[in-house]
């Protein structure tokens, strides 16, 4: 693990707290994190103590960060900002986190600074999650590897060259968990108007999904390559694909579903 010297969590809700419990998981010393936040759960304020990491309720004087991590809803940024702004300092590397808070809004509300506006995903909370990330020119390669460190505890991280890049990042992996829910409840719902129980239907779709998601994850092979696999000519995958592959199938429809994602993250963004 790279040194990542003093790191300093506002919020450990669902995804600070994930983020921490992969950080602490992960060989990142409690004693180098301080958490900020009004009221985490018992489980969280269990785990903090447990690892020796220090919890504030509000920003105690005094304090210095070298990773100032921002976990809190972007809705609260307005509040929450100016308070810390002491606490980044020459070299603070500040880590945001919340969608459609743009770096030009955290500049304004705590000065220049090195910054990384980071993407990440819901499965984050079971490791399993994938991180878009733009680091500004202030960031240093060290202060980049150092972030690098700990976004990867929740899964991939894959720097993009531009911060309009967050949209699309936005649109593809960060609201991504959702359409794959989708997807096991169509699946249920043709399953059920072919006339199987509804809940049978359910599990068939779920279980596929998963267990499809889970053999892409162990396999060398790209999507593309496992759908070939298992698509015998005039059979009856190829039946399906041949509707869901037309021009009019599902890729137009996610060419449509990510724009209105990706407008939607610029509309936020302001
Ligand atoms: N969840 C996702 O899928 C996802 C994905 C990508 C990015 N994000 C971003 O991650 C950020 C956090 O989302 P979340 O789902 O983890 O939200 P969350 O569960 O509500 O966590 C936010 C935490 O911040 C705490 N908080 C409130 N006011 C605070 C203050 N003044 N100082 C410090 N902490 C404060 C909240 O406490 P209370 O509960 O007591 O208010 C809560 O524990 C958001 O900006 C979101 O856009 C989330």
């Given at each position: 693990?790279?040194?990542?010297?003093h790191?300093?969590?506002?919020?450990?809700g669902?995804?600070g707290?994930?983020?921490?419990s992969g950080?602490?998981?992960?060989?990142i010393?409690g004693?180098?994190?301080t958490?900020?936040?009004?009221?985490?759960?018992?489980?969280?304020?269990?785990?903090i103590s447990?690892?020796g990491a220090t919890?504030?309720?509000?920003?105690?004087d005094?304090l210095?960060a070298?990773?100032?991590?921002?976990?809190?809803?972007?809705?609260?940024?307005?509040?929450?900002l100016?308070g810390?702004?002491?606490?980044?300092?020459?070299?603070t590397?500040?880590v945001?986190?919340?969608a459609?808070?743009?770096?030009?809004?955290?500049t304004r509300?705590l000065?220049?600074?090195g910054?990384?506006?980071?993407?990440p995903?819901?499965?984050?909370?079971?490791?399993?999650?994938?991180?878009?990330?733009?680091a500004n020119p202030?960031?240093?390669?060290?202060?980049r590897?150092?972030?690098?460190a700990?976004l990867k505890?929740s899964?991939?991280?894959?720097w993009?060259?531009?911060?309009?890049?967050?949209?699309?990042?936005?649109?593809?992996?960060?609201?991504?968990?959702?359409?794959?829910?989708y997807?096991?409840?169509?699946?249920?719902?043709?399953g059920?108007?072919?006339?199987l129980p509804?809940?049978?239907?359910m599990?068939?779709a779920?279980?596929?999904?998963s267990?499809?998601?889970?053999?892409?994850n162990?396999?060398?092979?790209?999507?593309?390559k496992l759908?070939q696999?298992v698509?015998?000519?005039g059979?009856?995958t190829?039946?399906?694909?041949s509707?869901?592959?037309?021009?009019d199938g599902?890729?137009?429809?996610f060419?449509?579903?990510?724009e209105?994602?990706?407008?939607?993250a610029?509309?936020?963004?302001?």
């Amino acid at each position: 693990m790279v040194s990542v010297g003093h790191v300093v969590l506002v919020g450990a809700g669902n995804m600070g707290g994930a983020l921490l419990s992969g950080w602490l998981a992960n060989g990142i010393a409690g004693s180098s994190v301080t958490v900020i936040d009004p009221s985490p759960s018992e489980a969280m304020q269990a785990m903090i103590s447990k690892a020796g990491a220090t919890h504030h309720s509000t920003l105690p004087d005094g304090l210095a960060a070298d990773i100032l991590f921002l976990a809190v809803k972007p809705q609260l940024m307005e509040k929450v900002l100016p308070g810390l702004k002491p606490l980044v300092g020459e070299t603070t590397v500040v880590v945001s986190i919340a969608a459609g808070t743009t770096l030009a809004f955290l500049t304004r509300q705590l000065g220049e600074a090195g910054m990384v506006r980071a993407m990440p995903n819901t499965p984050a909370m079971i490791g399993r999650g994938v991180t878009g990330a733009y680091a500004n020119p202030k960031v240093s390669d060290a202060q980049r590897d150092a972030v690098q460190a700990l976004l990867k505890v929740s899964g991939p991280v894959e720097w993009v060259s531009s911060e309009a890049d967050i949209d699309s990042v936005t649109a593809v992996s960060g609201s991504g968990p959702a359409y794959v829910f989708y997807l096991v409840e169509c699946m249920a719902e043709a399953g059920r108007k072919l006339g199987l129980p509804e809940d049978v239907a359910m599990r068939l779709a779920r279980e596929t999904v998963s267990g499809a998601g889970e053999l892409l994850n162990r396999s060398p092979d790209i999507a593309s390559k496992l759908r070939q696999n298992v698509t015998s000519p005039g059979g009856t995958t190829a039946a399906a694909l041949s509707v869901l592959m037309a021009d009019d199938g599902m890729q137009p429809l996610f060419d449509k579903a990510l724009e209105a994602a990706r407008t939607r993250a610029q509309e936020l963004g302001g």
